[in-house]
């Protein structure tokens, strides 16, 4: 079975939710014989890649709420991180475009490498004190070869704006026609669909619902035609 998630390096919700998803995941009987894969979603599409904010100051301007209100807010979303084991830094954060984390994350799939690397780029954007917006590529570099990616290939996409921008953009085109408007938004088997940071139990009822349902595999008969199996090829008989 496949689990696609689309999420956004930004989205608190999506930090949170992976870690619900996981949960219910890690318990799941079938866990092994189920394929997650992470899908591109930016929050902020059209922000400048050196436009970088105070997260307390791009809440106020979006939402047109108080400071005050917009750290209550960040407290909370500390409170529900923390349930989950998660770490959250509630003030000092910086928000900003996620375009090269996306590219970066496709890369990472190519070597079989998007979870950690997903993971860490969480941890490094809610968790750690140094930013992973204002200091340029070279702290992109630092957490992708953490991930265990080759420096060569992290340079060479992160010096090429337009490698693998088809597949991000893809990405987001494919969550629109789903009817994603938001994240974080799991697809099971492409039969389901959950949006947000659901609680672990709703997570383990969806993966139990969409393994239960797949359909099994039809055979059609053709009437004895000669194939090849773990004994050998049939041979023709004249």
Request: aromatic share 8%.
């Amino acid at each position: 079975m496949r689990v696609e998630i689309w999420s956004d390096i930004a989205c608190p919700w999506c930090y949170v939710g992976k870690a619900r998803f996981e949960k219910a995941l890690q318990a799941f009987p079938h866990r092994d014989e189920v394929e997650v894969v992470h899908r591109s979603f930016e929050l902020d599409p059209h922000r400048a890649k050196d436009d970088v904010q105070p997260v307390l100051t791009m809440l106020s301007k979006k939402y047109g709420m108080s400071q005050a209100q917009a750290q209550a807010g960040e407290d909370n979303l500390g409170a529900q991180a923390a349930a989950e084991g998660l770490e959250y830094r509630t003030t000092g954060r910086d928000h900003g475009n996620t375009f090269d984390m996306h590219r970066l994350l496709h890369l990472a799939k190519e070597r079989g490498r998007q979870d950690e690397l997903i993971q860490i780029l969480y941890r490094a954007n809610f968790a750690e004190e140094r930013s992973v917006f204002s200091e340029g590529d070279e702290r992109l570099v630092e957490l992708a070869l953490e991930a265990g990616l080759d420096t060569e290939d992290v340079h060479r996409v992160l010096a090429d704006p337009t490698a693998y921008a088809d597949d991000v953009r893809a990405d987001e085109r494919e969550a629109a026609e789903l009817g994603a408007n938001g994240v974080p938004f799991f697809v099971l088997d492409r039969k389901y669909g959950v949006s947000g940071a659901q609680p672990t139990e709703l997570f383990a009822q969806a993966l139990t619902q969409a393994w239960g349902e797949r359909s099994p595999l039809r055979l059609i008969e053709d009437g004895g035609a000669e194939a090849c199996g773990p004994d050998g090829c049939a041979v023709p008989q004249s």
